[in-house]
C-alpha cells in the first residue's frame, strides 16, 4: 500500500529557504509521477512542482519556476521540494502526492489525477 509522509514544513522569513522531504513507500517510480502541490484556505489545490524520474521529467507551475526545485532520491525512497526566495504567497498547506503517468512519459498536473496522497505539512512565511 502506498504511503507517503511530509516533513520540513514550518515558519520562514521572506527571501529564505526551506526544504520539504516527502517519504514514500510502495511507490513504482517507472509509473508513477511524484508531485508537490499546495492549498491556500478558500482556494483549491495547485500542483507547484512534479516529476517523473525515470524519464528526466519535471513540471513547474510559473510562480515557483525558478525558485523551487523537485528532486527525487530513489534509494531512499524520498522526494524533495527545495524553497529558495519565499514568498509570501507561497504561505500554504503543503502535499506530497502520487498520480499514474500519462502516455509519452509526462505527468498530470491536476490535483484529480494523483490517487495518493499525504497528511500535509503547513508552510509559513513571514515578513
Known amino acids: 500500500q502506498v504511503d507517503l509522509a511530509e516533513s520540513g514544513g514550518g515558519s520562514v522569513q521572506t527571501g529564505g529557504s526551506l526544504r520539504l522531504s516527502c517519504a514514500a513507500s510502495?511507490?513504482?517510480?517507472?509509473?508513477?509521477?511524484m508531485g508537490w502541490f499546495r492549498q491556500r484556505p478558500g482556494q483549491a489545490r495547485e500542483g507547484i512542482a512534479i516529476?517523473?524520474?525515470?524519464?528526466?521529467?519535471?513540471y513547474y507551475h510559473r510562480t515557483v519556476q525558478g525558485r523551487f526545485t523537485i528532486s527525487q532520491d530513489s534509494h531512499n525512497d524520498t522526494v524533495y521540494l527545495q524553497m529558495n526566495s519565499v514568498k509570501a504567497d507561497d504561505s500554504a498547506m503543503y502535499y506530497c502526492?502520487?498520480?499514474?503517468?500519462?502516455?509519452?512519459?509526462?505527468?498530470?498536473?491536476?490535483?484529480?489525477?494523483?490517487?495518493?496522497w499525504g497528511q500535509g505539512t503547513q508552510v509559513t512565511v513571514s515578513s
Open positions: 502526492a502520487a498520480g499514474k503517468k500519462m502516455y509519452g512519459d509526462v505527468c498530470p498536473t491536476r490535483a484529480s489525477a494523483f490517487a495518493f
Open positions: 510502495e511507490v513504482d517510480y517507472r509509473d508513477y509521477c
Open positions: 516529476i517523473l524520474s525515470p524519464a528526466s521529467y519535471t
